[in-house]
């Protein structure tokens, strides 16, 4: 045996999964091999349904309740996973292979204090007792840089904030010092800022204890920071593999390729219309508050026809809020909303039915704002009869346009059911009820933001090409700055309520920028595998927590 | 903690203006009765002097709101009024039924709370298998017989061809604790029967709809054995419905025991209502179903508080 082989820590080999659905079982991860030495890190990369969660729960000799591992085998440091007895793979988990999930806050226990959930581990496998595991785990909080690391692991999860969270779990995988962990997303459901010290914190911990990762995710920029080679999956096959460096430069693919391709997608931006125009809606000197809570302090800004103005900002600061006024679903403590110049009463209730129909909603999860048991025939079909007063054929053709319009063939999609389609063409029956109403302004909250990065695209260019046939006026809410690139016309920053800055697009991305907007920015992640390391030291690698409370 | 204070005052609040109602609706009912209450106590030989003296006595001669307050005033300080029977006190006649009443149900939710919890924890940790359905059965049986029928298959079996426990669960002054137990334990075990299945399925239920959170699958990739997972990481986030259910049950052990005490002629308070109800001793029965409906809403909220206390976002405030 050569020195070389010694050094594998995970070999998997023709892994087959299969998924229970339709009282059958099909076949989702088709083969895929994967070997990963001692102290690397692999970035697994795909959209969704590419299996990338499966086979890292394969590794841990694991399968979700409706699935099963099939075939091929997972060898960990020499123990065959596929055959072994449940009792032996699960003295594995979490001692020698830990986990660290996508949402910490929906995965740590809400019912026990997280450094009791840290130390059930370290305990229940006898390697250290409660009082040297509790130690332990302080250590560790101080060296993830979390605030009062001797005193946070004894708050309940919900007393916590989201990033400190995940920088916690990713404390609690490391608490038997175990050979592999899996990162499943760990940074997906965060603000870019709150991002940027979570992946920090776990670059610098793997790297301390060179425990070997496999970091699953879909956004190519954060894995190129991670990662010392990638690997492609597209629908439980693999596309290929290489180092992060060739693979960043030199995809073979044409699907990788295509992966790198999305973010290039920009449509020339407009400026506003000269003269007297009126803008579409008009949102003046707004303040707004959940109960005694201000969450609106004095916002301004307009919309003009034909134009996209985003509205970019992290979790909290009111972007939300902000399009409920407008809709008048949250009636504002003061200032007015104007549409085409004229004053919208504050409620919708008091709105008549011409004020209502000029401003529609598209949502972010059309997973849920979609009725499942409602045909797509009437799903789109409601607004056009309670607005146009359409019936009978007039409404059946206004339909067949409408979902002409959104590119799905009428006769195929007329009389389904939601749950029968895909995550995009969802989003485009949601697309389609807002204009079912013929508006002149849209919301667009996160619209793309539950989607992959391929279906994002489509959906952004269906929305740009409406909007030059239709002269729509969309208001676009994104956390996503690669979106706002790609879409919008002028930019508004939001933080905590208040607008930090707005102005033209190009005027927005060019420096010098408000210093909120600046830390906003330059948290995006590149694709440069040094762009993190290179941030880090520009901002000083001791205060990123800081950094992002500017 | 200052939040809890104010939502148990609230409910209490709340709760007393429901016993208000109830009263006005127990009063409303009692009036409903047919007949009339001094005839139907007098018997039918009762000449007509008697009758009217009888309604003056009782105070029938005024009209019904009247009543209805002088009765609100007095049932406030305590003061139920005399029962037309015994001519003694209400209060007195109700503590002694009241506090055998209250000595089965504790008896009962004492063996079938835990039992049914534990049951709940055990099928929900073998959901599916052989275990889960035969309790299942078993348990769906009990809870789908009335409960007489399974009092005298008790008594038939328990009390008559073995012996092991009297049929008759009559009692008297100088019985130890002991004797006590012995004697009531068939009453006991068939309202235990009665309640176990209700407690167990929604502690299944609670506890294997947590079972698809990401909680509970991190504490698998953990490597936490089956056991823990349920006991430590989905029960206590599984208990409100849990609370809710088991208040539900205990309040079916202290009013819905009339059959029970009918069968083992147990002398508890819900014979003594269906008593009173017959011979129109119209001021016990008002107590009685006050009694209740106390009950019901003391119970209930202490489920609230319960399931408040047991909520780590509240007790613990951000």
Redesign the interface.
């Known amino acids: 045996m050569t020195g070389k082989k010694k050094d594998v820590l995970l070999d998997i080999k023709d892994l087959r999964i299969e998924g229970y659905s339709d009282e059958k079982w099909i076949e989702i991860v088709h083969g895929v091999d994967l070997t990963l030495h001692r102290g690397e890190v692999m970035g697994l990369i795909g959209e969704s349904g590419a299996g990338k969660s499966t086979i890292g729960?394969a590794a841990?000799g694991?399968a979700?309740?409706g699935c099963r591992i099939s075939g091929g085998s997972i060898e960990f440091d020499g123990m065959e996973l596929t055959t072994t007895s449940e009792a032996d793979r699960?003295?594995?988990?979490?001692?020698r292979i830990?986990?660290v999930?996508?949402?910490a806050a929906?995965?740590?226990?809400?019912?026990?204090k997280l450094i009791d959930q840290h130390t059930?581990?370290p305990v229940?496998?006898r390697m250290r007792k409660r009082l040297e595991s509790q130690e332990d785990a302080m250590e560790l909080y101080e060296r993830l840089r979390l605030p009062n690391p001797r005193d946070i692991g004894f708050?309940?999860p919900?007393?916590v904030s989201g990033g400190q969270l995940q920088r916690a779990m990713t404390a609690?995988a490391m608490a038997c010092r175990p050979d592999l962990i899996i990162f499943d997303e760990p940074t997906t459901a965060l603000d870019v800022t709150t991002q940027i010290e979570v992946l920090a914190a776990i670059r610098d911990i793997v790297d301390q204890f060179n425990t070997a990762a496999i970091y699953i995710t879909h956004d190519l920029a954060v894995v190129a920071q991670m990662a010392d080679v990638i690997k492609v999956l597209l629908k439980g096959d693999e596309v290929e593999e290489a180092d992060t460096e060739t693979m960043l430069k030199s995809p073979k693919e044409d699907y990788t390729k295509s992966l790198w391709a999305v973010r290039s997608f920009q449509r020339e931006q407009k400026s506003r219309p000269t003269g007297d125009a009126v803008p579409v809606v008009s949102v003046q000197e707004i303040d707004a508050s959940y109960g005694p809570t201000k969450v609106l302090d004095n916002v301004s800004f307009d919309v003009y026809a034909g134009m996209t103005v985003a509205v970019v900002g992290e979790s909290g600061s009111g972007k939300s809020t902000t399009a409920r006024v407008i809709t008048g679903l949250l009636p504002p403590d003061k200032g007015k909303i104007l549409m085409n110049g004229e004053e919208m009463p504050p409620s919708y209730k008091q709105r008549s039915k011409e004020e209502l129909r000029k401003a529609q909603m598209i949502y972010q999860m059309a997973d849920t704002a979609l009725n499942p048991k409602v045909r797509i025939c009437d799903i789109i079909g409601r607004p056009a009869q309670f607005y146009g007063g359409l019936k009978g054929g007039a409404l059946k053709s206004r339909v067949d346009e409408l979902l002409d319009l959104i590119e799905l063939e009428p006769s195929q999609y007329y009389s389904r059911f939601p749950p029968e389609l895909s995550g995009g063409q969802k989003q485009r029956i949601g697309i389609a009820r807002a204009l079912a109403a013929d508006p002149t302004f849209i919301i667009c909250d996160e619209v793309t933001s539950a989607l992959d990065q391929l279906v994002a695209e489509g959906i952004l260019k269906l929305l740009d090409r409406l909007q030059k046939e239709l002269n729509l006026a969309y208001m676009f809410i994104t956390h996503d700055l690669a979106t706002v690139r790609s879409i919008a016309d002028e930019v508004v920053v939001m933080k905590q309520g208040k607008v930090v800055e707005q102005g033209p697009k190009d005027v927005m991305f060019t420096p010098p920028h408000h210093p909120y907007t600046d830390l906003l920015l330059s948290s995006v992640p590149e694709m440069d595998p040094n762009w993190l390391t290179t941030l880090l030291e520009e901002r000083g690698v001791d205060n990123v927590g800081e950094a992002a409370d500017v | 903690m200052g939040g809890v204070l104010t939502i148990v005052l609230k409910r209490l609040g709340l709760g007393l203006f429901t016993l208000f109602i109830i009263s006005v609706l127990i009063f409303g009912a009692v009036e409903l009765l047919p007949g009339d209450i001094a005839e139907a106590v007098l018997g039918q030989g009762a000449t007509k002097e008697n009758v009217q003296a009888m309604r003056e006595a009782l105070g029938l001669d005024k009209a019904a709101p009247v009543r209805y307050f002088e009765w609100l005033a007095g049932a406030v300080t305590g003061n139920f009024g005399v029962s037309l029977i015994s001519q003694s006190p209400v209060t007195e006649v109700i503590a002694p039924r009241f506090a055998n009443t209250l000595f089965l149900a504790s008896y009962a939710a004492v063996i079938a709370v835990p039992i049914a919890i534990l049951l709940g924890v055990v099928v929900a940790l073998f959901r599916d298998t052989l275990f889960d359905r035969v309790a299942n059965v078993l348990t769906l049986t009990s809870i789908s017989s009335p409960e007489f029928f399974l009092g005298y298959v008790l008594i038939l079996y328990l009390g008559v061809k073995t012996g092991m426990f009297p049929s008759i669960a009559t009692l008297n002054d100088n019985m130890t604790f002991l004797e006590l137990l012995h004697r009531t334990f068939l009453p006991a075990l068939t309202m235990v029967l009665v309640v176990v299945a209700h407690m167990m399925r929604m502690t299944r239920a609670s506890i294997i709809a947590l079972l698809a959170s990401p909680y509970i699958e991190m504490a698998r990739l953990k490597g936490t054995p089956g056991w823990k997972v349920i006991v430590k990481h989905a029960l206590p986030n599984a208990w409100a419905p849990i609370i809710n259910v088991v208040a539900l049950n205990l309040a079916y052990l202290i009013t819905g025991v009339v059959l029970v005490e009918v069968v083992f002629v147990y002398p508890g308070i819900g014979q003594l209502l269906v008593d009173a109800v017959t011979k129109r001793d119209f001021p016990v029965v008002q107590a009685c179903c006050l009694i209740f409906a106390a009950t019901f809403i003391l119970l209930n909220l202490a489920a609230d508080v319960g399931a408040i206390l047991t909520n780590p976002r509240l007790r613990h405030p951000k």
């Open positions: 729960l841990m694991f979700r309740d699960r003295a594995l988990r979490g001692a830990a986990y999930a996508q949402s929906a995965s740590f226990n809400p019912a026990h059930e581990a229940h496998y708050r309940y919900h007393q609690m």
